[in-house]
């Protein structure tokens, strides 16, 4: 059987065991995120989710342009420079610039993977949209869609990132625990992704 999602952070951090303690009250938040992607959020974000699949979202503010976020976040050829459980990523076909560009990413030890093959399905450089979703590799993360939009704040000096997915549940796992785990992962990300920009912005300025 395969064992748990486990999560552990590229720091020295302890392992994080995504277990059966889910709280009742994350049940429900994660129910109401499904219901807010399909009646709240901006269009790209709206997808069905299957049965035995779970979905959310992340948001992350940052103190930056939208441009010199973007910069960052559409290079399809090069996650690793903002997502820290990347260790490498090679474009395996197309030119990371075209739907239809598939790269073939390893990540560090301590996750539930070891490589995957990304399938490039959106990039929209005119709304700031970039969807991928997993066709294959040594993971168990099956029929994994994301999608990231990028916002301009109120007051047009930062940028309001929305990143969302879809995958199906692990067997072994529920999907409190999916969401929870994949959370997780998105969320460090898009710290990351805001400390870049906006140590770029700064050093524009």
Same mark, same amino acid.
């Given at each position: 059987?395969?064992?748990?999602?486990?999560?552990?952070?590229?720091?020295?951090a302890?392992?994080?065991?995504?277990? /059966? !303690?889910?709280?009742?009250?994350h049940?429900?938040?994660?129910?109401?995120r499904?219901?807010?992607? &399909?009646?709240?959020l901006? #269009?790209y974000?709206?997808r069905?989710?299957?049965?035995?699949?779970?979905?959310?979202?992340?948001v992350?503010?940052i103190e930056?342009?939208?441009?010199?976020?973007?910069?960052?976040?559409?290079?399809f050829?090069?996650p690793?420079?903002?997502?820290?459980?990347v260790?490498?990523?090679h474009?395996v076909?197309?030119d990371?610039?075209?739907?239809g560009?598939?790269?073939?990413?390893h990540?560090i030890?301590?996750l539930? /993977? !070891?490589?995957s093959?990304?399938?490039?399905?959106?990039?929209?450089d005119?709304?700031?949209v970039? &969807?991928?979703?997993?066709? #294959?590799?040594?993971?168990?993360?099956?029929?994994y869609?994301?999608?990231?939009?990028?916002?301009?704040?109120?007051?047009?000096?930062?940028?309001l990132v929305?990143?969302?997915?879809v995958v199906?549940?692990?067997a072994g796992n529920?999907?409190?625990e999916?969401?929870?785990?994949v959370?997780t992962?998105v969320?460090?990300?898009?710290?990351s992704?805001?400390?870049?920009?906006e140590?770029?912005?700064?050093?524009?300025s």
């Amino acid at each position: 059987m395969p064992s748990p999602l486990q999560l552990q952070r590229p720091t020295a951090a302890p392992t994080t065991t995504i277990s /059966a !303690a889910a709280t009742s009250s994350h049940k429900q938040q994660q129910q109401q995120r499904c219901l807010s992607m &399909s009646d709240a959020l901006p #269009g790209y974000h709206k997808r069905k989710v299957g049965p035995g699949q779970c979905c959310s979202y992340v948001v992350q503010t940052i103190e930056a342009p939208v441009s010199v976020v973007w910069a960052v976040v559409r290079r399809f050829d090069n996650p690793q420079a903002y997502k820290h459980f990347v260790k490498s990523c090679h474009v395996v076909d197309g030119d990371g610039n075209n739907v239809g560009t598939l790269r073939e990413v390893h990540v560090i030890s301590g996750l539930p /993977a !070891a490589r995957s093959t990304e399938r490039l399905e959106i990039l929209d450089d005119e709304h700031h949209v970039l &969807s991928f979703r997993i066709v #294959g590799g040594d993971h168990r993360l099956c029929n994994y869609r994301s999608v990231t939009t990028l916002h301009a704040s109120g007051t047009g000096t930062g940028t309001l990132v929305i990143e969302s997915y879809v995958v199906d549940v692990p067997a072994g796992n529920t999907r409190e625990e999916t969401c929870t785990f994949v959370d997780t992962i998105v969320r460090c990300n898009l710290q990351s992704l805001a400390q870049i920009a906006e140590n770029k912005a700064r050093a524009s300025s």
